[in-house]
Every structure is written in structure tokens, then in C-alpha cells.
């Protein structure tokens, strides 16, 4: 049973390009959260999705991120017109059903490393 | 809002001791705890799932504790190896924000040979 997979590893682009982030999450979990660690600093949460539904993106920057999480395929992840200050690691993690919040915990991805040059 | 706090934020030991890792989270309205592990440059590692039933998990050397109407967990480490070297993170999922984790800035650990 694989993890939960996340692509690119690492990823460079330039300032202004545009960087999009994949998630897919373990078998059987339908709940998909975004974070991320800028360097030397701890986890800000992001974004939680659903299937076809943002359930909470009260971590989102307003402008330039986006996030879906489609009927099929990964969960994405996408900063448009990227800059210096967006360079990070950015995790994915995947829960089971929503009714089993009280039992599940995260299972995480091993994160993609961007830099913005 | 959730807002965590981890004491302490660094701590470096000689091999073979017990450790006690502290946590603190202002909503106690939480579904669940998980301690995490988190190498440099790497993901994170699950640790111990402590449900807000429950009082303590253990795993090996690993023990976890919940004190959820206080806000409170501790990680405890027996006999520490230069292997357990890495940040440890406590993550609190849910509370009136809604189902999401918050994670502590983590206290990074080194236990020296």
C-alpha cells in the first residue's frame, strides 16, 4: 500500500513562472491537506480538500494559490507568478473519511522542495 | 484559533537519557493528538496517535500523555540514542477552528554519543 505521493521531489522555477504541485493520497483516504515549512520555520496549514470540495482554506494566501482536488486524479497544488518568498517545502498529508476524525491521524508525503529563483 | 507551543525549543543530551518533551494548545475541543518526527530536509514521520478518549499511547521507547481538558501533552524518550536526534512535532487536530492540524514549532532534539 503505497504512501502518500507526492511530485515533484523538487522544483525550480523562475519569478513570474508557474509551479504546480501534486498530491495523490493513500488508498482509501478521501481528505487532503496542504502545508507549508519555510526554511527553519514550522508547518502553517493551508488548505483542506475533499473530493471536488475546499473544506477549509483559511491558510491560503488571498491572491496567486490555488488548490483542487478532482473526482479523479491528484490533488494540486498551484502558485501562479511565483516569487523569491514563495520558496519552501510544501506538504501534502491524507486522512480517511471525515467521520473518522476522531480516530485517524495524518499520513504525510514526503514533501516538494520549491525554490524560486 | 489553535495556537501551540512546544518547550522546550531545543535540547541537546548525552546518550541514554529520559526525556520529557513538552506541549501546550489553547483549544482543548480536540479530536486527536499525533506526535510527530521530522528528520532535516525530510518529511514527517507519525509517532503516536493519542485519541482525546485516551490518556496515553506508548510505542517502544516512546510514550505520549493527553491531558486534554488543561491543553496539555508530553513526549517521553527513554534512553536516548544519537538516533532519536531530529525535531519532534505535536499536532492537535480539530477544536472549534474545524478538522484541520496545527502543528507547534517543534523542539529539536540532539543526543550526542
Known amino acids: 500500500n503505497a504512501g502518500v505521493m507526492q511530485n515533484p521531489r523538487h522544483l525550480v522555477r523562475r519569478r513570474g513562472q508557474e509551479a504546480r504541485l501534486r498530491c495523490s493520497p493513500m488508498?482509501?483516504?478521501?481528505?487532503v491537506y496542504w502545508y507549508r515549512q519555510l526554511p527553519e520555520e514550522g508547518l502553517k496549514f493551508m488548505v483542506y480538500l475533499q473530493k471536488e470540495n475546499i473544506i477549509d482554506e483559511s491558510g491560503m494566501p488571498k491572491e496567486r494559490f490555488s488548490a483542487e482536488f478532482p473526482k479523479e486524479g491528484p490533488s494540486i497544488l498551484r502558485i501562479q507568478q511565483v516569487v523569491r518568498g514563495d520558496s519552501a517545502a510544501y506538504f501534502c498529508a491524507s486522512s480517511p473519511t471525515l467521520t473518522g476524525a476522531g480516530k485517524d491521524g495524518y499520513t504525510f508525503g514526503s514533501g516538494t522542495r520549491l525554490t524560486v529563483v | 484559533k489553535q495556537e501551540v507551543t512546544q518547550i522546550p525549543a531545543a535540547l541537546s543530551v548525552p546518550e541514554g537519557e529520559n526525556l520529557v518533551l513538552n506541549c501546550s494548545f489553547t483549544?482543548?475541543?480536540?479530536?486527536?493528538l499525533q506526535w510527530f518526527r521530522q528528520d532535516p530536509g525530510k518529511g514527517l514521520t507519525s509517532l503516536l496517535l493519542i485519541q482525546s478518549s485516551q490518556r496515553e499511547q506508548t510505542s517502544g521507547r516512546l510514550n505520549a500523555s493527553l491531558d486534554k481538558s488543561s491543553g496539555r501533552s508530553t513526549l517521553y524518550i527513554a534512553a536516548s540514542q544519537p538516533g532519536d536526534s531530529a525535531t519532534y512535532l505535536c499536532a492537535p487536530r480539530g477544536g472549534t477552528g474545524g478538522f484541520k492540524t496545527i502543528f507547534g514549532a517543534g523542539t529539536r532534539l540532539f543526543v550526542k554519543a
Open positions: 488508498k482509501g483516504h478521501s481528505h
Open positions: 483549544d482543548s475541543a480536540i479530536y486527536n
